[in-house]
């Protein structure tokens, strides 16, 4: 059985024709180069930090013109301006890294200068990667941190996450993969009394579940129902209300499908979970390790879901190497990562687009701004693993991968299809755009972008 698509969000309308871009960062370090790192204590002196003040002041008033002269320039990087470009957000970066504030300041004043917000893919990640260097020149406690590192409002972040929901395969095709192995495992048990309960630990908005619904739905009859429990671990009880709201409204208009919610705060014992006999249950891992503050934290919550000796475990996290090592070296990966999503953008939504700005500014560009300006030390920084390390982590607290189904990567390449709707072009899956494709001997699936892999689905089984 397949999963049904089912995304309840409403569709956008068809828009028109944008080229597709292709950027290809071509970065060469310079290894004799002697790292001279210095902490930014530096600033406590009171002329460094009133120096750094003026200078970032400058900086937003130019970071100003350049927001309202976005639509004057707007539009394609002529060629090889977006590699030096790039290349100029190395040096940049560089320079931070040194605390050399009149090298950074130099540098910044030239990248708002070329940087925009509705230009194309380079210019606009070089925008917000040119901001959290601009924030990381200060202390926390300045006032111009605040206003470089401002947070979107919980209704601008819904609406951004939604935004990226609609139009980009990315989630979809992390939830929909979580789904498929979930079902597939729920009808290998005979004796689970066709109960299925699943023990979500990063619920969010609980965009995962109406697809799951449905597909059980169509299994059932009006006579034999199935019962599905979700047991979600959320972030708030406001958050964990709305999408306890949210699922049951969507499940009422499947009657044959007796559906339950139970919220918990994240912090919560499973001792608090409510278990009935012989349920299939899975753990639901998509997104979530990778907001763990330590190792430690990391190793307890493995330990905790294979106490729950679940049927079936979910990991669906983002591929990279961004953990709190040196800053230019997640800086580097950071810049590779979120180059290949903004370009993916130009594959859904067109450059004027209202909710393309949205999804940039309010979802993405938080994330890069927020990567960039964790300390080393920094226990909140999130844990972007390579699916090898994760791997690694998985059979060391006692797992062993699963063989994913034919049938997921079916369903993979038939999301790209339904999903890449924006540009019309019939480019070589092979070479450009979404891809989608099979890892550690069919035990994993991930979506990449061009060639750079961006999420990857994996599942589990208890030793």
Not at 74 to 79: A, N, T
Not at 370 to 381: A, E, F, V, W
Request: glycine content about 4%.
């Amino acid at each position: 059985m397949f999963l049904t698509f089912c995304v309840y969000i409403p569709q956008m309308e068809d828009t028109d024709e944008e080229e597709l871009l292709d950027l290809s960062l071509a970065i060469v370090t310079d290894s004799r180069v002697e790292k001279k790192r210095k902490r930014r204590e530096a600033l406590d002196s009171s002329s460094s930090y009133e120096g750094c003040e003026g200078l970032i002041f400058e900086l937003l008033q130019m970071r100003e013109q350049m927001l309202k002269l976005d639509q004057k320039r707007k539009g394609v990087v002529e060629d090889g301006k977006g590699l030096n470009l790039i290349h100029l957000l190395l040096i940049t970066a560089t320079s931070v890294d040194e605390n050399n504030l009149s090298a950074a300041g130099e540098n910044l004043r030239e990248l708002y200068q070329t940087a925009c917000l509705n230009g194309d893919s380079v210019q606009r990640v070089v925008a917000y990667f040119a901001d959290g260097l601009a924030a990381k020149l200060l202390t926390r406690k300045s006032p111009f941190y605040g206003m470089i590192m401002k947070e979107p409002t919980p209704e601008e972040e819904f609406l951004a996450y939604t935004d990226l929901y609609r139009v980009s395969p990315y989630y979809q095709f992390g939830h929909f993969t979580a789904n498929q192995a979930i079902i597939e495992a729920f009808e290998e048990e005979d004796k689970n009394n066709r109960a299925l309960h699943v023990v979500d630990f990063d619920v969010s908005y609980g965009f995962q579940w109406p697809s799951l619904i449905q597909s059980l739905s169509e299994k059932a009859t009006s006579g034999n129902r199935i019962s599905l429990r979700i047991t979600g671990f959320g972030r708030s009880l406001e958050e964990l209300q709305e999408t306890e709201t949210r699922l049951i409204s969507f499940s009422k208009a499947f009657r044959n499908l007796v559906f339950e919610f139970q919220g918990l705060l994240h912090g919560s014992k499973l001792t608090n979970l409510r278990k009935k006999k012989n349920e299939t249950v899975a753990a639901n891992l998509v997104f979530h390790l990778k907001t763990l503050t330590s190792f430690l934290e990391i190793s307890e919550t493995l330990k905790s879901v294979h106490s729950l000796n679940p049927s079936i475990v979910i990991l669906v996290e983002q591929e990279g190497s961004r953990s709190a090592r040196s800053f230019l070296s997640r800086f580097m990966e950071s810049l590779h990562y979120f180059a290949a999503m903004y370009d993916s953008l130009d594959d859904c939504l067109p450059l004027e687009s209202p909710e393309r700005l949205s999804i940039e500014k309010n979802h993405l560009g938080k994330e890069i701004k927020n990567i960039l300006n964790y300390d080393k030390d920094d226990t909140n920084c999130p844990r972007y693993e390579k699916m090898e390390t994760w791997k690694e982590r998985m059979e060391s607290h006692g797992f062993t991968g699963v063989k994913l189904s034919s049938k997921s990567m079916i369903q993979a390449k038939l999301l790209l299809k339904i999903r890449s709707h924006y540009c019309p072009h019939q480019f070589d899956r092979e070479s450009g755009g979404f891809r989608v494709f099979e890892r550690d001997n069919e035990k994993a699936i991930s979506l990449g972008w061009q060639d750079r892999c961006l999420i990857t689905a994996s599942a589990w089984h208890c030793i």
